[in-house]
């Protein structure tokens, strides 16, 4: 999705401007722009394309910019197809403001046609643009009046980045459910659609609230509410590291950040499990009254996110035996889904900005539902309205195909349904410490797996030139398998489903045929003997199988074409072993097939649109 920065300081503000944008690709985005004051002037240069298109023509007009005030933006197309001309920023009618936006405007159409009929003339097909051209109507000479006035005839979502000529040392922005962070360092002062960008400059931020304003000059940042009063804002500390959103030698963002998983889990379930075997669950205030009154659960989410939802399910339910119900978050929020004061709804993303799971949160807050979030960005709009936030500490997770953050997620899971399950008195102490300790042990576990990666690089050449494969599995070998199939379809192109491995039969084989792929998830104990039995159905109708499985099991392989071993554990925690190797698999597979892994065609990090 779209990405926004934008710099005030003594330096020249196109080279912060342009390695902002150089950190906010992974976002995913079809063109890039900068706007620097300068001379009385706004000069812009944008660009359709990657960034490199807009650097070369930065580089190619001599002279240009050595303004100290600026704006950029990275676009993703919604309105409009990726162009120069709809690249941001957008000028207004006399080149007076300048306007970067992430969001959508969704009154546009009525705006523009009312802006057209006076006189206003439109260069691009973009919603953003009449921003701009509002900005200048509504402008009087005082700029925070013409941006709160703008502000209020706006409808839909929005983050922007404002620069007026007429103010040639400071520029303002604004925000309404899209991300907007400022940042403050010795080098100047900052605004970004999220941290990862200024990281390198800054670890303090100001998160916006939904209408507040920020006036940002060298000398500091002034804050406003949506009224024009004067706000005091406290700072948020990020601890996070800048390698972490750097390759570090790696290929790509995306193997390390497989690499970085043991890490990643032990950072998260360490702070939570105590010496002595008891959890330790900062951040949730649910009681034992609470949990015994709860009707059902409902787990929210969107893509991998979901897929973690799945795998929560399965645990939850065996150790509470609550009923859960997992839902895509655009679903949810749609189909007015039985909810009350009793109702736990536990929101799942990695981001804590995904447009659809906000929503979702809303909406059951709205129907009095208890909101309790697994979120990995800090003070993301997701955290800041849940009633219960969970951190994961993945750091920051750059690669668009989510690893690092799906795994801390998974874990997270496993612990607040042991949490819940004890609390409740649906599980004794010494079981509660038996998965606690299989679940220390985990990140050891993955390490061992991560050293067979050359192994996997091999199994991972078989489906170089597939076309279609299948990924099959029962109960929490199928949650993974949902998993397996999007990381190998979502950066290598291959088209693959994930069937429950008993499902198949009620229509999918027929697509099976001699030689196709499909992959067999069999890591639950009790449920290997049903899936081994659909192995045999699509390997008598031709296909090859490789068969996931863990270490005891691995004497029970013969006829099976190719194998993946992992490690033992108990069964309730196995998803954070199986999707390990399948993790490897979809990247091994793109980079094998010279696909863009960190940046799938189409895709972006952070969905921050409907
Ligand atoms: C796939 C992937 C996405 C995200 C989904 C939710 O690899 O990363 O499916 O899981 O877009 O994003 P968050 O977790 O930020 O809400």
């Known amino acids: 999705m779209c990405g926004i920065i934008g710099y005030v300081g003594d330096d020249n503000a196109t080279g912060y401007?342009?390695?902002?944008?150089?950190?906010?690709?992974?976002?995913?985005?079809?063109?890039?722009?900068?706007?620097?004051?300068?001379?009385?002037?706004?000069?812009?240069?944008?660009?359709?394309?990657?960034?490199?298109?807009?650097?070369?023509?930065?580089?190619?007009?001599?002279?240009f910019a050595s303004g100290t005030v600026g704006i950029g933006h990275t676009r993703w197309a919604t309105h409009g197809e990726p162009s120069d001309a709809n690249s941001h920023p957008h000028l207004s009618k006399s080149g007076l403001f300048a306007v970067v936006h992430n969001g959508i405007i969704e009154n546009f159409s009525f705006l523009k046609e009312k802006l057209i009929s006076q006189g206003y003339e439109f260069k691009s097909e973009t919603d953003t643009e009449v921003v701009a051209h509002l900005l200048?109507?509504?402008?009087?000479?005082?700029?925070?009046?013409?941006?709160?006035?703008?502000?209020?005839?706006?409808?839909?979502?929005?983050?922007?980045?404002?620069?007026?000529?007429?103010?040639?040392?400071?520029f303002v922005c604004v925000r309404r459910s899209s991300p907007l962070i400022v940042?403050?360092?010795?080098?100047?002062?900052?605004?970004?659609?999220?941290?990862?960008?200024?990281?390198?400059?800054?670890?303090?931020?100001?998160?916006?609230?939904?209408?507040?304003?920020?006036?940002?000059?060298?000398?500091?940042?002034?804050?406003?509410?949506?009224?024009?009063?004067?706000?005091?804002?406290?700072?948020?500390?990020?601890?996070?590291?800048?390698?972490?959103?750097?390759?570090?030698?790696?290929?790509?963002?995306?193997?390390?950040?497989?690499?970085?998983?043991?890490?990643?889990?032990?950072?998260?379930?360490?702070?939570?499990?105590?010496?002595?075997?008891?959890?330790?669950?900062?951040?949730?205030?649910?009681?034992?009254?609470?949990l015994l009154a709860l009707n059902r659960i409902y787990i929210v989410a969107c893509g991998s996110a979901y897929h973690v939802g799945v795998v929560g399910k399965y645990v939850i339910e065996k150790l509470t035996r609550i009923p859960v119900e997992v839902d895509i978050a655009s679903e949810f929020r749609y189909r007015d889904?039985?909810?009350?004061?009793?109702?736990?709804?536990?929101?799942?993303?990695?981001?804590?900005?995904?447009?659809?799971?906000?929503?979702?949160?809303?909406?059951?807050?709205?129907?009095?539902?208890?909101?309790?979030?697994?979120?990995?960005?800090?003070?993301?709009?997701?955290?800041?309205?849940?009633?219960?936030?969970?951190?994961?500490?993945?750091?920051?997770e750059i690669a668009v195909a989510t690893t690092k953050a799906y795994s801390t997620q998974l874990c997270m899971m496993y612990i607040l349904a042991i949490h819940m399950a004890e609390e409740m008195g649906r599980i004794a102490h010494d079981e509660t410490r038996r998965l606690l300790s299989s679940l220390m042990a985990i990140p050891e576990k993955i390490e061992d797996i991560l050293r067979l990666s050359a192994d996997i690089e091999e199994t991972a050449k078989l489906f170089?030139?597939?076309?279609?494969?299948?990924?099959?599995?029962?109960?929490i070998d199928y949650a993974i398998a949902l998993e397996a199939s999007l990381k190998l379809k979502e950066i290598s192109y291959i088209h693959s489903e994930a069937y429950g491995a008993g499902e198949l039969k009620h229509g999918t084989i027929s697509l099976i045929e001699p030689g196709t792929m499909v992959v067999a998830l069999a890591c639950v104990d009790e449920l290997f003997p049903k899936t081994m039995s659909n192995i045999k159905e699509v390997k008598a109708r031709g296909a090859r199988v490789l068969c996931v499985t863990t270490a005891k099991h691995s004497e029970e392989l013969k006829d099976i074409d190719y194998t993946l071993i992992v490690p033992d554990t108990d069964n309730l925690l196995i998803g954070s072993l199986e999707v390990i190797p399948m993790q490897l698999l979809g990247y091994y597979v793109a980079k094998h097939r010279g696909c863009d892994i960190d940046k799938p065609r189409n895709l972006a990090k952070s969905v921050t649109v409907e």
């Open 337 to 396: 889904p039985i909810v009350d004061g009793n109702t736990l709804v536990i929101i799942i993303s990695q981001s804590g900005e995904t447009a659809d799971t906000l929503a979702a949160l809303r909406m059951a807050k709205a129907k009095n539902a208890r909101v309790l979030s697994v979120v990995n960005v800090v003070g993301s709009s997701i955290a800041s309205e849940s009633d219960d936030v969970l951190y994961t500490w993945a750091g920051p």
């Open 183 to 290: 940042g403050i360092s010795e080098k100047g002062n900052f605004i970004a659609s999220d941290i990862t960008a200024i990281l390198s400059y800054t670890n303090n931020i100001y998160k916006l609230n939904d209408g507040e304003i920020a006036l940002l000059s060298k000398s500091g940042v002034k804050f406003y509410d949506k009224y024009l009063q004067p706000l005091e804002k406290s700072i948020t500390h990020i601890d996070w590291d800048i390698s972490a959103a750097e390759k570090c030698g790696y290929e790509h963002f995306m193997i390390k950040e497989i690499m970085e998983q043991p890490e990643a889990v032990r950072a998260t379930i360490s702070p939570r499990i105590r010496d002595d075997g008891t959890i330790a669950l900062d951040g949730v205030s649910l009681t034992k009254k609470e």
């Open 464 to 475: 170089k030139d597939l076309e279609h494969a299948y990924f099959i599995g029962r109960n």
């Open 17 to 63: 401007l342009v390695s902002g944008l150089e950190k906010l690709e992974y976002r995913g985005y079809d063109s890039a722009g900068i706007a620097v004051i300068e001379n009385g002037k706004i000069d812009v240069i944008k660009s359709k394309g990657r960034l490199k298109a807009l650097e070369e023509k930065i580089q190619a007009q001599s002279g």
């Open 136 to 170: 200048e109507k509504n402008y009087d000479g005082d700029l925070l009046k013409a941006v709160k006035k703008t502000a209020d005839a706006l409808e839909g979502s929005y983050a922007l980045g404002i620069l007026c000529r007429d103010y040639p040392d400071e």
